[in-house]
């Protein structure tokens, strides 16, 4: 099945900074990555997705890049604020008879210093 | 609109008690998901169920876990003799119409097994 790994664990900038989240999959039928960010006691909610047929999607300070060569995909955050605080998770969807389920890395807490 | 709700928010229980948790996709959402957040950890896929078809149970994690989605819509996920390694949120999304569509989460279960 899938494998998705996520790097760093943690990650702590300073306000106005950019901050890099980094994962690698392991199926190379997956063609769906989204990115989610969760608070304290809240679910994880979506921030930014890609599918296989672009390199790279931006929103505003949000981007992610694909590579789908080597099997890796990030989250770029630019300009960070102290609300940008929270855990981040990528994910990766299959393709093939199990394309709904989301595989997920193990996150990364990212505190935004003011 | 009204997003994803689950209930309880919290429940404590004693080992060996049964639990239900309850969750309410948003309207006119045909698939949901089932998924548990062990501390610490990334989302582990429990269920899915679309629209009429025989649910996906591949990602249960032993015989003592059941789910049900009756009338296609609200969905309860039973834990029977419930373990302290049961202890975790208990995530539930749902998606609009295709495997693919995003998925969108409650605010999951926190649920704690003495």
């Known amino acids: 099945g899938e494998n998705v790994e996520q790097h760093p664990s943690t990650l702590s900038v300073q306000e106005g900074d950019s901050a890099v989240i980094k994962c690698t999959y392991s199926?190379?039928?997956?063609?769906?990555f989204p990115w989610y960010k969760q608070e304290l006691g809240k679910g994880p909610q979506l921030i930014i997705d890609i599918r296989s047929n672009v390199g790279e999607k931006k929103d505003q300070r949000i981007a992610v890049t694909l590579n789908k060569t080597a099997k890796h995909f990030s989250l770029h955050i630019t300009e960070t604020q102290p609300e940008d605080s929270a855990v981040y998770f990528c994910?990766?969807?299959?393709?093939?008879?199990?394309?709904?389920?989301?595989?997920f890395g193990k996150g990364t807490l990212l505190t935004v210093n003011p | 609109g009204a997003g994803v709700s689950q209930s309880p928010s919290n429940k404590v229980t004693e080992k060996g008690k049964d639990v239900e948790l309850r969750c309410d996709p948003i309207?006119?959402?045909?698939?949901l998901y089932w998924y548990r957040q062990s501390l610490g950890q990334g989302l582990e896929f429990l269920i899915y169920?679309?629209?009429?078809?025989?649910?996906?149970k591949s990602g249960l994690p032993s015989d003592r876990f059941s789910a049900e989605r009756t009338g296609g819509s609200v969905s309860t996920l039973t834990i029977q003799r419930t373990q302290q390694e049961d202890s975790a949120v208990y995530l539930c999304a749902s998606s609009r119409l295709r495997a693919t569509d995003t998925q969108y989460f409650g605010p999951g279960t926190r649920l704690t097994v003495l």
């Open positions: 169920f679309q629209g009429n078809s025989a649910p996906d």
């Open positions: 994910a990766a969807q299959g393709g093939g008879g199990s394309n709904y389920k989301l595989t």
């Open positions: 199926d190379s039928a997956s063609n769906y």
């Open positions: 309207s006119g959402h045909t698939a």
